[in-house]
Structure formats: structure tokens, C-alpha cells
């Protein structure tokens, strides 16, 4: 399983780049594999305001709901559409092609209590 | 302190494991829910052939001189309407009418019948059976420790199994069942299944199921046979519109309700638990109904969704999936009765109206 070291992550298993006042979301390969065959995702509109820890979105596979949980606060800048045609790529490729939101970060502050590499992986170790 | 009930393992749970499946605690067993992925198991199903561990299952036994007219007063069915070595799908029902399980009953003759059960129900059937029963003339054995259950499905399993049976396939027909040897292990052999293929459920005993598995996995290869979990069995199912209690079918739904009135012979002779009452429904007219819908629109009906009609209310979803064959939302709901020929319905997906046609199951049709 992969865990890239240059993102940041959340318990609720999302990862997240910040480059400058952008954050990038996804979710990490540990939630799709545990997700398995994803086949729906719903996505927020471009300039819509998205919480930290609230739900932005849902993603589902065959077998189940869950929801999309914002690791940041702000404005959504761009919105990957090609996921909501083909779901498949969050399975194949959820650190590239299957990113979610691009968010303009509302307070750098929050950044601070996300999870390194090292630790998600750690968490998630626990959580099996 | 606390205690921890543990789950039952199935004959084949260590050849899950060495499979990669994904075990999950489903009615008291850990089962596999899947082992390459859904979509791909579904569709492996629906174009060559799958096996499946359904030892979970229950089978309880009734036989004596007083089986027949036991086994008549349990089941909605008839048990007249099929020979020797056959099967029949019915209900067994509450006074009220409520369903307590759907089984297939497997007529070995006048005296003896084999019920299997769902996993979920089969305690609770046994204690039915028991409370029921008469107090002579009819032996009630659980022998759901007795049996381990494999599914072969998928169009290509009467090639596979013929390579070991000691029977040619074609002698058994489609819900039948003979006793049968598999390279030399004894089996009861059904051609039934739950995923609208043809296909067989083989009963063996639970020391010799590792053992054929593996025999069948090898027969398979050049099928590319593959195991197939839950996830997909429900899938699989679904795509078919065939009931799944807890979900069609409840201590609070009826049959008719569920639309399962050609499995209940409201005139069978010397009558059954709950025939008074599913008359009444009859006679009053059945109030709500099961329907099966397909999305228009995008989104995935989930049980327990709201279905409306011009923005008012009308029923409820019972199972709902992403179809891997249709590649559609598709599902099953419990709708008013004056709503049952609506056209289109909307299901309320997290605040959202999403619109779905309605669709008389199968949903899936077989390519000819």
C-alpha cells in the first residue's frame, strides 16, 4: 500500500497537498481498497464552501455509502469531473488521476493537525 | 468483562484467507464478501462460471410417516406440485401472514424432505419447526453441521461439474436434484442457484469441501472459473429481482406484499400457517406492493431510501446496488398499491430527487 511522503492525511482517510494557498483532496489507497469497486462519487460545485471535517461529497462503491470529509476550510477552485464519469480511476489511481477538489485554503491554521505519511500509516496499522 | 461471540467458520475458511478474500461477520459467520472485486466476480458469473462457499446455510431435515402433512402445513407451496427429486421454492409464514424464512424444499419422497434455509433464519426456523410439530409421526433434524454447501454458477458449470459427477448433468434438470459422487465424494447435487444462471448447489460433508473446491477451482481453470463472495451473490441476485429476507421479505411483509403470490396456493388442501390471513389480504386487497425500478437519473438506491410521487411519499427501497451488467442504479421497493404501475417513481437520494423507471424484474436478461 502506498503512502506518499510529500502528502498530509486524515483519520477519515483523505489525503491532501497544499501547494501555496491550494489544497489538493483525495482519498488515500488504504479507502479505496477497503471501499473496493468504486462506482459513484458526488463532488461539490466549483465556489461552493466546504468545512473542515464536514462532508464535501460521498463516494460509494457497489456494497456502500460514505462520505467525503474536508480535511480543510474554504472555496472549491476546480472540481475533477472525469471521476464522476469514470469512478474507476479512484480505485486505480487515487493519488493522481482520481484526486476530488481543489480548494482555495481559508486558514493555513487548520493544516496543522493533519497526519504525516508516517503517522497515517501508523493509524491505520491500529485500526486493522 | 465482556464476552465475545465468535463466529462461525465455514469447511473453506482457510482457503478464503489463502485466497485474499475479504472476510466480513455476516449472520453469526465469517464469510468472504469477496476476493478480486464485485464487478469482476459478477461479471465472471454472468459470462463463464463462479463458485461459492454457502456453507453458511442452514438444512433441517423432516421425515416420518407424518412429513408430508407436516411439511404442507409449514410451507405456502405445494409440495404435490413436484415429484420426487425435486425441488420447490416457498415461504414459510406466521399466522399473520408474515414471512418467518423463504427455503427451498428438496422432496427426497412422501416421508422424507430436506429444507435449506437462510443463515440468518435458521435457528429461528428450527424452533418454528419444533414448535409445530406434531407430537408423533415426524423426526426434525438439523443438519446444518452435517452439510458443507458449494455453488457452481454461471453458464459454463455443467461443463465444469461434469468432469467429476458420476451423473451426466443433463440428467439433472433445472430444480432437481440427484445423490451424486464428485470423484468419488457423495453429494447431493440440485441444479438451482440464486444468480439467474444455470448452476448447481452441491451438499457434502463438511470434512470432504476443501477438498471439493479445490477439484472444481482445477476442473474450472480452462473456464476461467472464479470465487465469488457475497457481494457479488447479492449483486448477482438483484440483477435477478429475487427476494432476500431481511430485505423483500420480513416477519412484516407477506408474500403477497413481496408479489410472491405464485409460491402460495391460497387453496391448498388441508390449509397452512398463515393462510387465513394472507385470504383476508386477498379479499381486503393488498395495501402496498413490491416493485423494482431502474435509474434514470444518477445515484445508487440504498435500502431504507424514500421512493415518492409527485413529491408525496409512497414507499420505501428493500435493496438497491450499482448493476455491474447494466451499469446502472437498479432496486427493489415496497410502494403503495395505487402506486405499483406508476411509470416512473423518484427516489430521494441524500435531499436529492433522483428519477427512476419502473421495471418488472429480471432486470438482467440473458443475451440468446
Known sequence: MDFPKDLKYTKEHEWIKVEGNTATIGITDYAQDSLGDVVYVELPQEGQAVTKHEAFGVVESVKAVSDLYSPVSGSVSEVNDAIIDSPEAINEDPYGDAWMIKVDVSNKAELSDLLSAEDYQKFIEEEK | ?368
Not at chain 2, 473453506?12 to 489463502?18: G, N, P, S, V
Not at chain 2, 443438519?143 to 458443507?148: F, M
Request: negative net charge; hydrophobic residues 40%.
Open chain 2, 1 to 368: 468483562m465482556h464476552t465475545i461471540l465468535e463466529d462461525k467458520k465455514t469447511p473453506l475458511y482457510e482457503i478464503h484467507k489463502a485466497l485474499g478474500a475479504r472476510l466480513v461477520s455476516f449472520a453469526g459467520w465469517q464469510m468472504p464478501v469477496l476476493y478480486s472485486g464485485v464487478i469482476e466476480e459478477h461479471l465472471a458469473v454472468r459470462s463463464s462460471v463462479g463458485l461459492f462457499d454457502v456453507s453458511h446455510m442452514g438444512e433441517i431435515e423432516v421425515s416420518g410417516k407424518g412429513a408430508h402433512r407436516f411439511v404442507q402445513r409449514l410451507i405456502t407451496n405445494d409440495v404435490d406440485r413436484v415429484v420426487d427429486g425435486q425441488c420447490l421454492y416457498a415461504l414459510l409464514c406466521y399466522p399473520d401472514g408474515g414471512v418467518v424464512d423463504d427455503v427451498i424444499v428438496y422432496r427426497y419422497n412422501k416421508d422424507r424432505f430436506l429444507f435449506c434455509v437462510n443463515a440468518s433464519n435458521a435457528a429461528k426456523v428450527r424452533e418454528w419447526f419444533a414448535s409445530n410439530a406434531p407430537t408423533t409421526g415426524v423426526l426434525i433434524e438439523d443438519r446444518s453441521n452435517d452439510y458443507a454447501q458449494l455453488a457452481l454458477q454461471g453458464r459454463a458449470s455443467a461443463k465444469v461439474i461434469e468432469r467429476l459427477m458420476d451423473v451426466n448433468p443433463s440428467e439433472i434438470k433445472p430444480f432437481h436434484f440427484m445423490l451424486a459422487e464428485l470423484d468419488g465424494i457423495e453429494a447431493i447435487v440440485s441444479r438451482t442457484g440464486y444468480t439467474g444462471e444455470d448452476g448447481f448447489e452441491i451438499y457434502v460433508e463438511p470434512s470432504e469441501a476443501a477438498h471439493l473446491w479445490q477439484l472444481l477451482m482445477d476442473a474450472g481453470k480452462d473456464a476461467n472459473i472464479k470465487p465469488i463472495g457475497l457481494g457479488a451473490r447479492d449483486t448477482l441476485r438483484l440483477e435477478m429481482g429475487y427476494s432476500l429476507y431481511g430485505h423483500e421479505l420480513s416477519e412484516k411483509i407477506t408474500p403477497l406484499e413481496a408479489g410472491l403470490d405464485k409460491y402460495v396456493r391460497l387453496g391448498k388442501e388441508g390449509g397452512f400457517i398463515g393462510q387465513e390471513a394472507l385470504l383476508k389480504q386477498t379479499e381486503a386487497g393488498v395495501s402496498r406492493r413490491l416493485i423494482g425500478f431502474k435509474m434514470i437519473d444518477n445515484g445508487i438506491p440504498r435500502q431504507d431510501y424514500e421512493i415518492a410521487v409527485n413529491g408525496a411519499p409512497v414507499g420505501v427501497v428493500t435493496s438497491g446496488t450499482m448493476s455491474p451488467s447494466l451499469k446502472r442504479g437498479l432496486g427493489m421497493g415496497l410502494v403503495a398499491s395505487a402506486f405499483k404501475d406508476a411509470v416512473n417513481v423518484d427516489l430521494m437520494i441524500r435531499g436529492r430527487i433522483a428519477k427512476a423507471e419502473v421495471v418488472r424484474p429480471p432486470f438482467y436478461k440473458k443475451p440468446s
